[in-house]
């Protein structure tokens, strides 16, 4: 891929932050646990967060091919941290194309320059992956909305400045056409927040968001009534595949320092980079994340050229995480027992990006995504 001057220079801005800055401080943001803002707003001001976005919104206008690189560079640095501009550029790009101008103007120049981490709520206990059939309810009231209902798993529930709440405002027998979105501001009387104690991703939270008699202001409404299932589901073609390039971050991070080791570390007189057994494996890892980047790249591609790219969107989904894990998990096994303590990264970027093999979509729903575009509503079973 031919880069400009101008992408090679943001590019090697953000690899330079992202080995600099991010990576040293891997290890102990997790285990303080807490995002830290500071770091964000650092983030923004560098011009790694909505990259993507409009110019007359504070971004820079880039394409999708750029903004994945980037994102890529960043989780090679911090894998939690990465997910900061993958959710500005997906919520972003939702308020930009769906906001009334008063929510989109205060709103979006604030996450553009990372003052703002915004939440989306799709997923409800009842079952994330069918995200048609939403209980949580909007109903009218002047010139309001109340919003009553229970969101989970959402990604940082409890340290967001707000939300975008998908609810159902129609029947439940409209399935997908009776859900609308709305944006509500963290502040807003009725929301509370459950965190969750979970495995990784630590820095970025996982939780529950519960709302009793929220009062939503009727032009915080995205776009069209009934119209919010169709919104995120566009949305997420393009977020699935900077999350395919998250993951080759991660992974391609563990790679580089287990090739290094095989340098230093010896056994049996030499350095242990001479036994078939050890370089093999992670030669075959460089190979698959190659080729997972290579198809990321690619269904940025077709996105900015406008052409359909779901198929390769969820490719790049089920497979990223995937393959990022079991790559991870062979670069542990290259350091032995010093592999297993805590000290090192890679436990760590196990746990994180094993996480995604489950958020955003699993790997099932994946394929059944791909298979659907191959041969139609035959693929769904009812």
């Given at each position: 891929?031919?880069?400009?001057?101008?992408?090679?220079?943001?590019?090697?801005?953000?690899?330079?932050?992202?080995?600099?800055?991010?990576?040293?401080?891997?290890?102990?943001?997790?285990?303080?646990?807490?995002?830290?803002?500071?770091?964000?707003?650092?983030?923004?001001?560098?011009?790694?967060?909505?990259?993507?976005?409009?110019?007359?919104?504070?971004?820079?206008?880039?394409?999708?091919?750029?903004?994945?690189?980037?994102?890529?560079?960043?989780?090679?640095?911090?894998?939690?941290?990465?997910?900061?501009?993958?959710?500005?550029?997906?919520?972003?790009?939702?308020?930009?194309?769906?906001?009334?101008?008063?929510?989109?103007?205060?709103?979006?120049?604030?996450?553009?320059?990372?003052?703002?981490?915004?939440?989306?709520?799709?997923?409800?206990?009842?079952?994330?992956?069918?995200?048609?059939?939403?209980?949580?309810?909007?109903?009218?009231?002047?010139?309001?909305?109340?919003?009553?209902?229970?969101?989970?798993?959402?990604?940082?529930?409890?340290?967001?400045?707000?939300?975008?709440?998908?609810?159902?405002?129609?029947?439940p027998e409209q399935g997908a056409?009776?859900?609308?979105?709305?944006?509500?501001?963290?502040?807003?009387?009725?929301?509370?927040?459950?965190?969750?104690?979970?495995?990784?991703?630590?820095?970025?939270?996982?939780?529950?968001?519960?709302?009793?008699?929220?009062?939503?202001?009727?032009?915080?409404?995205?776009?069209?009534?009934?119209?919010?299932?169709?919104?995120?589901?566009?949305?997420?073609?393009?977020?699935?595949?900077?999350?395919?390039?998250?993951?080759?971050?991660?992974?391609?991070?563990?790679?580089?320092?287990?090739?290094?080791?095989?340098?230093?570390?010896?056994?049996?007189?030499?350095?242990?980079?001479?036994?078939?057994?050890?370089?093999?494996?992670?030669?075959?890892?460089?190979?698959?994340?190659?080729?997972?980047?290579?198809?990321?790249?690619?269904?940025?591609?077709?996105?900015?050229?406008?052409?359909?790219?779901?198929?390769?969107?969820?490719?790049?989904?089920?497979?990223?995480?995937?393959?990022?894990?079991?790559?991870?998990?062979?670069?542990?096994?290259?350091?032995?027992?010093?592999?297993?303590?805590?000290?090192?990264?890679?436990?760590?970027?196990?746990?994180?990006?094993?996480?995604?093999?489950?958020?955003?979509?699993?790997?099932?729903?994946?394929?059944?995504?791909?298979?659907?575009?191959?041969i139609g509503r035959t693929a769904?079973?009812?």
């Amino acid at each position: 891929m031919v880069l400009s001057d101008d992408q090679k220079a943001l590019l090697e801005s953000a690899r330079r932050y992202a080995r600099e800055v991010l990576l040293p401080g891997y290890q102990q943001r997790d285990r303080d646990g807490i995002l830290d803002r500071a770091l964000v707003a650092e983030m923004g001001r560098l011009g790694f967060l909505g990259m993507d976005l409009p110019e007359a919104h504070g971004g820079m206008g880039l394409d999708g091919v750029t903004t994945g690189l980037v994102v890529e560079a960043l989780a090679y640095g911090d894998f939690n941290v990465s997910a900061v501009p993958v959710g500005i550029s997906l919520n972003g790009a939702i308020l930009v194309r769906h906001a009334r101008p008063a929510v989109r103007d205060a709103w979006v120049p604030r996450m553009v320059r990372g003052e703002a981490v915004i939440a989306i709520c799709l997923t409800e206990p009842r079952g994330g992956s069918d995200a048609s059939h939403l209980q949580l309810k909007a109903r009218r009231d002047g010139d309001h909305w109340v919003l009553n209902g229970e969101k989970t798993s959402i990604t940082f529930a409890d340290r967001a400045d707000a939300y975008l709440i998908f609810a159902r405002t129609g029947t439940p027998e409209q399935g997908a056409k009776g859900v609308s979105a709305f944006f509500v501001p963290a502040g807003t009387p009725g929301i509370q927040t459950l965190a969750f104690d979970d495995l990784g991703s630590a820095v970025i939270g996982r939780g529950q968001v519960f709302l009793d008699d929220v009062r939503v202001p009727a032009d915080h409404l995205l776009g069209d009534e009934g119209q919010g299932f169709t919104q995120v589901m566009q949305g997420f073609d393009y977020s699935r595949a900077l999350i395919g390039l998250q993951a080759c971050g991660a992974a391609q991070a563990s790679l580089d320092e287990a090739w290094a080791y095989t340098k230093e570390r010896e056994a049996f007189g030499r350095p242990i980079g001479q036994f078939q057994g050890v370089t093999f494996p992670l030669a075959e890892g460089e190979s698959q994340i190659e080729a997972i980047r290579q198809l990321c790249l690619h269904t940025l591609a077709l996105r900015d050229a406008g052409l359909p790219h779901t198929k390769e969107a969820a490719m790049c989904k089920w497979m990223g995480p995937k393959h990022a894990v079991d790559v991870i998990h062979q670069c542990l096994l290259t350091f032995g027992h010093y592999g297993w303590s805590k000290d090192l990264p890679h436990q760590q970027r196990l746990r994180d990006v094993m996480g995604l093999e489950i958020g955003d979509g699993t790997a099932a729903v994946m394929k059944l995504i791909i298979a659907r575009e191959r041969i139609g509503r035959t693929a769904v079973q009812y």
